[in-house]
C-alpha cells in the first residue's frame, strides 16, 4: 500500500549510502596526499557531526516534497549515525586514557 509520503526505509537507506560516500572521500582523501590527513580524520572520526551538512537540506526538502515518512527515515538514520560515532569516539579515547 503506497500512500506517497514515502518509506522509512527509504530514507535510511539515503542516509547510509551518503555516509558510504562520505567515507569512501575520506579514503581518497587519506591514499591522494599525507597531508589531508587531518581532512581525514574530520570525515572519517566525526562523521556524526559532518553529515549535518547533507541531512538537513535533504530533510527539508523531503518535508517540502510531501515525503514526511522519507524525512522521518533519514533522521533516524542520521541519529543512529550520530550515536555510534559518539560511542565509537568514546571508548577509543577511554582505551588510549592513562587513567
Known amino acids: 500500500m503506497d500512500d506517497g509520503k514515502g518509506s522509512i526505509i527509504a530514507g535510511m537507506a539515503i542516509c547510509w549510502l551518503l ?3 562520505q567515507l ?3 579514503w581518497l582523501l587519506l591514499v591522494a596526499d ?7 580524520y574530520v ?4 562523521i556524526g557531526l559532518v553529515q549535518v ?13 510531501a515525503k514526511p515518512t522519507t ?4 533522521l533516524i538514520a542520521a541519529i543512529l549515525t550520530l550515536i555510534a560515532n559518539v560511542v565509537l569516539v568514546a571508548l577509543t579515547y577511554l582505551r588510549h586514557s592513562p587513567i
Open 53 to 65: 551538512g547533507y541531512v538537513v537540506p535533504l530533510w527539508r526538502l523531503l518535508r517540502r516534497k
Open 24 to 26: 569512501g572521500v575520506g
Open 43 to 46: 570525515l572519517v572520526g566525526a
Open 19 to 21: 555516509n558510504i560516500a
Open 71 to 74: 524525512a522521518k527515515g533519514l
Open 34 to 40: 599525507i597531508r589531508m590527513l587531518p581532512a581525514y
